[in-house]
DNA sequence: ACATCCATGTGATCGCTGATTACATATGGG
DNA sequence: CCCATATGTAATCAGCGATCACATGGATGT
């Protein structure tokens, strides 16, 4: 006899969503290491071996994770320079730190997921998705007249490590989270107008 | 009757080293997550509790790989900016990109270890050392006026977090590595023009 | 020179993990 | 109605981190 009761059926009907939803939880508490098979098995209520049913290892419900976060973050990202009326950059930034700091843990698994070989369609998509928000961005403002005409390509991805390590290190605890918002608009004044005097090379 | 050969007598003698040592292979060869200390002890040649005399749990010989790591890195950026006759700044970036790169493991393991809460007094060193170097650049840039008069902590931050995202980017693959050095440069020319053209705000 | 102390290494063992296998159960298509 | 199949379970395996009692031999004091 198990301990099943009659809320649950034997067959769960939507177990591979309801491990996803333990593994964030698991994931968010601590850590992308803490997301154990067995335990989140036991968060769902089922046996050691049914999460194998529906993923082949633990990578793969990991991925499955990552692919949950992907969306989350993607979406919160678009929302954000949505609600931008103006200074979408800013906008931008912010988001991408806030979501870091909210969710470290997160941050941590898709840095090392969504680069990986063999990421899926959904995590491809994901980050396209989210390059193209960027590049349409200083797009705009070059035509807007707002940016120097520089390659913006190179734009974009100084701009993406500029706030890529600025969430990592925050993450990390190497800056003071209280002070993001701050550090944030004076980095990006920063980045804006340069650090070279004229005449000068770094 | 043990195993052991006339070279090595039942006391090691220096086996913590030999011990980080190993570590530091099987890092590098697959990641923090390889280092695992049942392995590390077959190739040191010791019982599997043997490391346990030496270091009290896992994360301690983690720890112990850590600064061993920090202080090799530490050092060949020193060695970079003392090298560098002209544009340290350039200098650093790329001495920083290319460890990265060449060690994407010990990158990762000081990523998630230099700034953990119980980090030891040789990684906090390694670290003070590190921002002072850059900071001593940038002070002295400012004092020879080649750069503006920013905020140096700012520039310092700024500086740190666009070195170590373009890292991490390299490291992920998002970046192909083999442009590393141009695309170092060309994001180093634009951090110090800035991209924001007069009257406007990011 | 010798006895002894104790740092260092060993072997056995524990609980936990990821993964595989044979078996049980229920659901939906013929 | 019946059974093929998808989905869950129980039992089991090897590898892991960690602990403990025990073995060894180098260093120390007299």
Redesign the pocket.
């Known amino acids: 006899m198990?301990t099943?009761t009659a809320g649950r059926?034997?067959?769960?009907?939507s177990?591979?969503e309801t491990l996803v939803a333990h593994a964030v939880e698991l994931l968010d508490e601590a850590g992308p290491d803490a997301?154990?098979?067995?335990?989140v098995?036991r968060r769902a209520?089922?046996?050691?071996?049914?999460p194998?049913?529906?993923f082949?290892?633990?990578?793969a419900?990991l991925a499955a994770v990552a692919e949950a976060v992907a969306v989350d973050f993607g979406a919160l990202q678009l929302a954000a320079v949505e609600a931008a009326d103006a200074l979408p950059f800013r906008a931008l930034g912010k988001a991408f730190v806030h979501y870091a700091l909210a969710h470290p843990h997160r941050f941590a698994l898709l840095r090392d997921t969504v680069f990986t070989p063999a990421r899926t369609p959904a995590l491809e998509e994901g980050h396209r998705l989210f390059t193209e928000a960027i590049t349409g961005v200083i797009i705009a403002g070059q035509q807007r007249g707002e940016l120097r005409g520089a390659d913006p390509d190179l734009v974009r991805i100084a701009a993406q490590a500029l706030v890529y390590g600025l969430s990592q290190m925050f993450v990390d605890g190497y800056l003071d989270p209280t002070r993001a918002d701050t550090l944030i608009n004076d980095v990006i004044d920063l980045f804006g107008l340069g650090v070279l005097a004229p005449g000068s090379r770094l």
């Open positions: 198990t099943r059926p034997y067959h769960h009907g177990l591979p997301v154990v098979v067995r335990e098995a209520g089922v046996s050691p071996s049914a194998f049913r529906h082949p290892d633990r990578a419900l």
